[in-house]
Nanobody, 123 residues
Framework: QVQLVESGGGLVQPGGSLRLSCAAS????????IGWFRQAPGKEREGVSC???????SYVDTVKGRFTISRDNAKSTVYLQMTSLKSADPAVYYC?????????????????WGQGTQVTVSS
């Protein structure tokens, strides 16, 4: 049974940092692309970042240079290091996979979603 469990969200001041973790089980993480989406209240879900099995990464323009996605296959975990957090970043962040090799942009391409972790940015 495929499971994705996010952790690491919380409250941080503007300019602060958080590291989100996504613990994967029920499949071999090594072989698949894993992504992060986010959804703020009243807004559509937005793809934030994705990492392929070969380690290549992609980011939405609004987080480039501030967020870093990485994977530790031995721990079956994907991370999203978020720095210089802004007022536009608060949302529920979801870890996702379609059990494929690509990083499609559409959220409907991903069959498996975690429960999400809340990120709040406030002074």
């Amino acid at each position: 049974q495929v499971q994705l469990v996010e952790s690491g969200g919380g409250l941080v001041q503007p300019g602060g940092s958080l590291r989100l973790s996504c613990a994967a089980s029920g499949f071999t993480l090594d072989y698949y692309a894993i992504g992060w989406f986010r959804q703020a209240p009243g807004k559509e879900r937005e793809g934030v970042s994705c990492i392929k099995r070969d380690g290549s990464t992609s980011y939405v323009d609004t987080v480039k240079g501030r967020f870093t996605i990485s994977r530790d296959n031995a721990k079956s975990t994907v991370y999203l290091q978020m720095t210089s957090l802004k007022s536009a970043d608060p949302a529920v962040y979801y870890c996702v996979t379609g059990l494929g090799s690509r990083c499609p942009q559409g959220d409907d391409e991903y069959n498996y979603w975690g429960q999400g972790t809340q990120v709040t940015v406030s002074s």
